[in-house]
């Protein structure tokens, strides 16, 4: 079976139902193919920026995101003796109508946008379909062959295949494109734990020592757990058990020792091996590449869904005129890679200066903290906050929705710091 269809997105993750939604406003035959039935699998990225906030009141689903069960994150600091805490990113300064970091559950945000995009007659979201290769006329990329879960095998031509497929992108393997991979010191693994009512809610404070480093992230009802240690250790951790895991928990996070038993197997534990790359070129005649499957970031910061965001609007800026006329050019599909390499490289600079600075010491056991310059600067002078918060939360070129895209809230959500 052959259909057709102006664009196809491969991958239902937050850049490919950004991208979906902003095509099918522009009036873009848009279809996004999704392998899974549904949006529910826990502890994928959960942030939303403030420039993503800004993003969706542009978009006029301000109002239905606010209405969803979330917590928000002011500041990022380093812990400083039993109870003290240094601000190492302070997001209370920035001056945006949301100064913080939303913490929601990736499911509900993606159904959030799955419900705007069946609001328009160009968008269709296939769930339960996977994209098994991508289909080639002469040395173009005119389509992709997919798979449904009840084994109907089909292809999809479209004038652009976009892969938002992520870091281990199908799509990008099968064209022949292969990311520059940078050296990354650890691994990561997520849990989560009961949050007690009396927790603070609205700061991140990292704990290091003895060869590990802990996160919780507060969410409504519970902590979700980053576990940092050295990287390739997950063999050994599951073999080890969940007794030695809770322990080796315990001595990272000790506060949480008295519910650490709410961990009862290893199955409980998600792994994820973490990478930082780039493409150097991001297309090739008919395809483009975009969020993970251009840049896989580092979790540090939180910010990969906040790029991938991004990049899927300047996608839809510079795009759907050539996609309303028909088949982009390469020339035109090089544009996204243009604007968007500089936020890109910036931020995995900034990733690949604290790993080398903080996250290396740490796993080889040199050292349970940052550099002591960065302690004596932030606490001299802590306006300076402001600037990874900044990086953090905004971006050096943050994105703005297009005019066809832009619609009004029936009700504005009431912005914080304005």
Not at 8 to 22: R, S
Not at 73 to 82: D, E, S, T, Y
Not at 175 to 203: C, I, K, S
């Amino acid at each position: 079976m052959t259909e057709r269809t102006d664009c196809v997105v491969i991958g239902g993750g937050p850049a490919g139902m950004v991208l979906g939604l902003l095509l099918a406003r522009a009036g873009v035959e848009v279809t996004v193919l999704e392998k899974h039935a549904d949006f529910l699998r826990d502890f994928r990225g959960d942030t939303v920026h403030p420039s993503t906030l800004q993003l969706l009141d542009e978009l006029g689903l301000g109002e239905r995101f606010h209405a969803l069960p979330h917590s928000e994150i002011q500041q990022i600091g380093f812990p400083i003796g039993r109870d003290g805490v240094l601000t190492f990113a302070d997001l209370s300064r920035l001056k945006v109508n949301y100064p913080y970091v939303a913490m929601v559950p990736q499911w509900d945000f993606l159904d959030l946008l799955a419900d705007a995009g069946r609001e328009e007659p160009a968008f269709t979201l296939r769930m339960s379909t996977e994209v098994t290769g991508l289909v080639a006329e002469g040395d173009r990329i005119a389509g992709v062959r997919y798979r449904t879960t009840d084994g109907t095998e089909g292809e999809l031509h479209a004038n652009l295949v976009v892969a938002a497929d992520g870091r281990w992108s199908l799509a990008r393997r099968q064209a022949g494109m292969r990311p520059q991979e940078f050296d990354v010191p650890f691994d990561a693994w997520w849990f989560r734990l009961p949050r007690h009512e009396n927790e603070r809610g609205d700061t991140i404070s990292p704990q290091m020592r003895n060869r590990k480093f802990a996160v919780a992230l507060p969410r409504e009802g519970y902590f979700q757990i980053a576990y940092l240690a050295p990287k390739g250790s997950d063999e050994d951790l599951r073999h080890a058990g969940i007794e030695r895991f809770r322990a080796s928990v315990a001595d990272a996070y000790p506060d949480y020792a008295d519910r650490l038993d709410t961990l009862e197997t290893m199955d409980d534990v998600k792994f994820l091996d973490v990478r930082l790359n780039r493409l150097h070129r991001w297309h090739t005649d008919g395809l483009l590449c975009i969020g993970d499957a251009a840049h896989a970031m580092s979790p540090i910061g939180g910010v990969g869904i906040n790029l991938a965001v991004q990049d899927a609007v300047a996608t839809a800026h510079l795009l759907a005129a050539p996609l309303r006329r028909g088949r982009p050019r390469p020339k035109d599909l090089a544009r996204v890679r243009t604007r968007r390499w500089l936020p890109t490289v910036a931020v995995q600079l900034l990733q690949r200066l604290l790993h080398r600075a903080v996250m290396r010491p740490v796993m080889e056991g040199r050292r349970n903290g940052p550099p002591k310059p960065v302690m004596v600067l932030l606490t001299r002078f802590p306006a300076l906050s402001v600037v990874p918060a900044y990086l953090i939360g905004v971006g050096l070129r943050p994105e703005h929705a297009p005019g066809f895209a832009r619609r009004k809230s029936e009700l504005s959500p009431a912005p914080r710091g304005s």
